[in-house]
């Protein structure tokens, strides 16, 4: 079983920057594939980023290209999300994910996913 914890949310005015990060704990000797999600009130919750495990691949939504850079720890079990240039409809709760692969294979359906951390709120003010 693997444990993921976020942390680094909280309010922020709109063009600050946010560094959400993701702790997993458990059998993190199994390869994952790392994704960030993120749900708005009254909203889906919708992909944000992705990483694969090599760090080889990764995807952005396009309402966050540009703007967001997901990366991986040098020890390989944190996963974090920099958030630049925030804007209102950024905020949400941020959920970490991750899924047991080692491909390179982008991510980007919650479905495929299998293991997810409690969330943390991110709220940007205008």
């Known amino acids: 079983q693997v444990q993921l914890v976020e942390s680094g949310g909280g309010l922020v005015q709109a063009g600050g920057s946010l560094r959400l990060s993701c702790a997993a704990s458990g059998r993190t000797f199994s390869r994952f594939g790392s994704g960030w999600f993120r749900q708005a009130p009254g909203k889906e919750r919708e992909f944000v980023a992705f990483i694969s495990w090599s760090g080889g691949s990764t995807y952005y939504a396009d309402s966050v290209k540009g703007r967001f850079t997901i990366s991986r720890g040098n020890a390989m079990n944190t996963v974090y999300l920099q958030m630049n240039s925030l804007k209102p409809e950024d905020t949400a709760v941020y959920y970490c994910?991750?899924?047991?692969?080692?491909?390179?294979?982008?991510?980007?359906?919650?479905?495929?996913?299998?293991?997810w951390g409690q969330g943390t709120q991110v709220t940007v003010s205008s």
């Open positions: 994910a991750a899924v047991r692969s080692s491909s390179d294979y982008v991510r980007r359906s919650e479905l495929e996913y299998d293991y």
